[in-house]
């Protein structure tokens, strides 16, 4: 079945530094991937997704590009923020309409 | 728009209590889903439902029963907590068009079983 693996943590930056999160996947043909975030004491909510090959997700300056030759989804982004700080979450389907998700990464972003 | 709401927020239980949780999408969505998230864990899925009536298990269900009489709502019961079950809950919804499945999150629930 489908399965995804995510950079482990903790990842602590300063602010206006450069982020990478790794997410590699392994997958039947090319489902859509997600990668989801969750602030402190919040539920998860989705950051951003890219629906097929190739395709690039962007929100709230987080780009992540879908890599089928590298079978990868990293998570950018150029200039970090305090108010980044949170756990991301790497996800593609798994099972009909379930998601498997990665382990999350941790981020802290300093002052 | 709610979006995905979650009852209680927060409860304490003793060993062997039982209890449901609750959760509720306004979003006309036919797939729901119950997770639990343990430190170091990440996400582990309980039960599902593919629609009203509904209900199939996940990774993790002992312990653990669901129903889902109406489509919008979707309970999680315990019935002889253990502390093992000390977690944070969340329930998610997702409308499962086309290819996509993205899922909307409820803000949780954290259960402590002592």
């Known amino acids: 079945g489908n399965s995804v693996t995510q950079m482990e943590g903790p990842v602590t930056l300063s602010e206006e530094a450069f982020l990478t999160i790794n997410c590699t996947y392994t997958?039947?043909?090319?489902?859509?991937l997600f990668w989801y975030v969750q602030y402190p004491g919040e539920g998860l909510q989705l950051l951003l997704k890219?629906?097929?090959?190739?395709d690039k997700g962007s929100n709230k300056g987080f780009e992540a590009t879908y890599r089928k030759e590298t079978t990868s989804f990293h998570l950018e982004k150029g200039s970090v923020q305090v108010s980044d700080s949170a756990v991301y979450f790497c996800?593609?389907?798994?099972?009909?309409?379930?998601?498997?998700f990665g382990e999350g990464t941790q981020l802290t972003v300093n002052p | 728009n709610a979006g995905v709401t979650q009852t209680p927020k927060f409860r304490v239980l003793k060993t062997g209590q039982s209890m449901t949780l609750l959760c509720a999408q306004d979003?006309?969505?036919?797939?729901m889903y119950w997770y639990r998230q343990d430190p170091g864990m990440g996400l582990r899925l309980i039960h599902y439902?593919?629609?009203?009536?509904?209900?199939a298990k996940g990774e993790v269900p002992d312990g653990y029963n669901v129903s889902r009489l109406k489509k919008q709502n979707f309970l999680l019961g315990l019935e002889s907590a253990a502390p093992s079950q000390t977690s944070v809950y969340f329930c998610?919804?997702?409308?499962?068009?086309?290819?996509?499945?993205?899922?909307?999150f409820g803000p949780g629930t954290r259960l402590t079983v002592t």
């Open positions: 890219a629906t097929k090959a190739d």
């Open positions: 996800a593609l389907p798994f099972s009909g309409s379930r998601l498997t």
């Open positions: 979003m006309n969505h036919e797939y």
């Open positions: 998610a919804s997702t409308g499962g068009t086309g290819r996509s499945y993205e899922q909307y």
């Open positions: 439902s593919v629609g009203e009536g509904t209900t």
């Open positions: 997958a039947t043909g090319y489902p859509s």
